[in-house]
């Protein structure tokens, strides 16, 4: 695959990134609520570190590392956040992460974006085993973990100081046959509305 697919996923559309993204990205990547519970998150949001960013996504799906998409809301085409897969190509496996601006917590955006990366990293990108992380104290981003179907595999305690206090570390992740299908996760997401 040579160029990188847009994807449809409930509310919200899961683009490539383009560089007139990058105003944007600053505006909401850079809000102090989204920088706390980001762990890679620079904070203050330094001025070029998106387009940086673009550039580098762009080329990790050129080379096969990996796939970034923009998060947007099918209704209004505005962007809201960022989902990714980072490959091991060594171990066919892949790190999932995610990030919604704060005026877009709780809609079911990043639930909406991370199911569709998780199963386009199986189905089409080969992959055997995905894993995430995220802090102890954003249970919504844990939510969204599990709704996509990746499963509690354990804390790391103390395991980060970030922005200046030692944070637990909580473990996600499943293997393609661990993983339910897409109908058990659609289904899932449903019940649990």
Known sequence: MTTQPTLRSGPVLLAPLRPEDAG????????????D??????HPYPEGA???WIAESTAGWAAGWGAVWKIV???DDLLVGEVGITMDLENRSAELG???GKDYWGNGYATAGARAAVRFGFDEMGVHRIHASCLRRNPGSARVLERVGLRYEGCLREHLFHRGRFEDLLLFG???GEAPNHREIRAAGRRGR
């Open 24 to 35: 944007r990205i600053r505006l909401l990547a850079g809000d102090t609520a989204v920088a």
């Open 37 to 42: 519970t980001a762990v890679l998150m620079p």
């Open 50 to 52: 998106a387009k940086r």
């Open 73 to 75: 809301k099918i209704d």
């Open 98 to 100: 995610y990030w919604i």
């Open 174 to 176: 499943a293997a393609k």
